[in-house]
């Protein structure tokens, strides 16, 4: 999975997403300088910590937003989420910027897909640099099962028994949640991605309500 050394961003809504949908190509690759942004949920004491434990688990830095995540799920204006990004994520340039797709994970949490949405339009715009962008490619039918890595997508990896206890690990005891939660029951034993090269790439798929690529 991408060996070699990287300077790599993983850019996600909530603190446990970073291990849920891409704990094992972190893992897999122990040489990369990892840094993850977390964008809400700063202020939440109990998650703040457990984040920052998890972080630990990865062999990765990270910092915390505190944007809106009540259960209602409202929708925030773009530039609210956009700033947010700004702010947290370091003005360098990445090899990699891995992060949610504009349609989810699951049917469905809009902060999720507003977090993909941003980070493609940042990066389009060239107020976030990178040489690749991956988005997270998982489905959920339609809530007739938990999600599931898309075996057509960019990438594909079965993940390696030990690895995926790791991230198991981390869900249910650094992250804290019971074997029969829905993220200790969601923790994929695959991970997908959809691979963009460019932002003009991301662009186009994002205005094409995210065909395959």
Not at 46 to 59: E, I, M, P, T
Not at 134 to 144: I, P, S, W
Request: charged fraction near 25%; aromatic fraction near 10%.
């Amino acid at each position: 999975m991408m060996n070699g050394k990287k300077e790599v961003a993983i850019i996600v809504a909530h603190p446990d997403d970073e291990t849920l949908w891409a704990g094992g190509i972190i893992l897999c690759n122990p040489s990369w300088d990892c840094f993850i942004v977390s964008l809400c949920r700063g202020k939440d004491q109990d998650r703040s910590v457990k984040f920052h434990n998890a972080l630990k688990k990865l062999n990765s830095q990270g910092i915390m937003g505190d944007l809106d995540d009540e259960p209602e799920q409202k929708p925030l204006e773009e530039n609210k989420i956009q700033n947010q990004i700004r702010e947290l994520l370091p003005e360098k340039h990445f090899d990699l910027i891995i992060t949610h797709s504009p349609s989810g994970e699951y049917t469905r949490h809009l902060r999720h897909e507003e977090t993909g949405k941003a980070i493609i339009t940042l990066w389009h715009a060239g107020e976030i640099h990178t040489n690749k962008l991956l988005a997270f490619a998982y489905e959920d039918g339609g809530k007739q099962y938990r999600p599931r890595a898309i075996e057509t997508a960019s990438i594909y990896q079965f993940l390696p028994p030990m690895i995926w206890r790791k991230k198991y690990q981390i869900i249910t005891e650094t992250y804290g949640f019971k074997p029969d939660s829905f993220e200790a029951e969601s923790v994929p034993k695959a991970e997908s991605f959809w691979l963009f090269v460019n932002p003009n790439q991301a662009w186009e798929w994002l205005n094409k309500g995210n065909i395959s690529v």
